[in-house]
């Protein structure tokens, strides 16, 4: 407007015409998006809310509290359901959760939005179970706590085929003697740890329990000498 044009307006400066064509303008301004929520504030607040229903939720899995416990797990009474953080496992002690994975009483699970795929670690076990003689590796929280309850030290996968480069890069810190990747007795699951199996380079092997995952396995009365006694008997994926 600031122009000069034969056209001047009232309320002052110019007006220019385009001859009929519309002119380009440019493309509106993205608007301010929110930060993502801090998942280990988040998590702080689940966990000095010491909510009952945890000990619900474990008799309902089929888990004991203190695996829930050591996984970080913690009653989310805002959302009603089982809240686990997710870490991307470059810490020891101490970590900060990337992100929080839901789980409903109706079996439904979803994660906090902006979160992170992260995974599933205990590190309230380090005292009590040792990850150098022999890592598990779980599909999901649910495996991982009923890996603990049998006496061993997991590392829980959010799907079939994440967190691969976690993994990995939690087995390089730990060095473990034996890793065992534990799949759900179905074909994705099965699939999945296979391709996991290609990226491990030290010894591995392949553990398909004889029911659905390995909770349903500590459900039907597993136990630790049970699962070490088969594990021991299969064979070496890599040597």
């Not at 309320?11 to 301004?29: A, C, I, Q, V």
């Not at 390995?214 to 699962?227: C, I, P």
Request: one cysteine or more; glycine letters at 10%; proline letters at 10%.
């Amino acid at each position: 407007m600031r122009v000069e044009s034969p056209r001047p307006l009232k309320n002052g400066g110019w007006f220019h015409s385009f001859d009929g064509e519309r002119p380009t303008l440019p493309p509106p301004m993205p608007k301010p998006q929110p930060p993502p929520p801090d998942m280990g504030v988040m998590m702080q607040r689940y966990w000095k809310a010491a909510h009952p229903a945890l000990e619900e939720e474990a008799a309902l899995l089929g888990v004991s509290v203190q695996s829930l416990r050591w996984l970080g797990a913690a009653y989310a009474g805002d959302r009603k359901a089982l809240a686990i953080p997710m870490y991307d496992g470059t810490s020891h002690n101490g970590a900060h959760p990337i992100g929080i994975r839901l789980r409903s009483r109706d079996g439904a699970k979803f994660a906090v939005t902006g979160s992170k795929a992260g995974v599933f670690y205990p590190y309230g076990a380090h005292r009590t179970i040792s990850p150098q003689e022999r890592l598990l590796i779980c599909e999901g929280p649910s495996d991982s706590a009923a890996a603990l309850d049998l006496g061993f030290f997991p590392v829980g996968r959010a799907s079939c085929r994440g967190g691969t480069e976690i993994i990995l890069h939690i087995i390089e810190q730990h060095s473990p003697a034996e890793v065992i990747v534990v799949t759900d007795n179905d074909g994705p699951g099965v699939g999945g740890a296979r391709a996991l199996l290609e990226s491990i380079h030290r010894p591995a092997k392949l553990f398909v329990p004889p029911t659905k995952d390995l909770r349903g396995f500590l459900k039907a009365g597993g136990s630790h000498q049970l699962l070490d006694a088969m594990v021991r008997n299969l064979l070496w994926c890599k040597k």
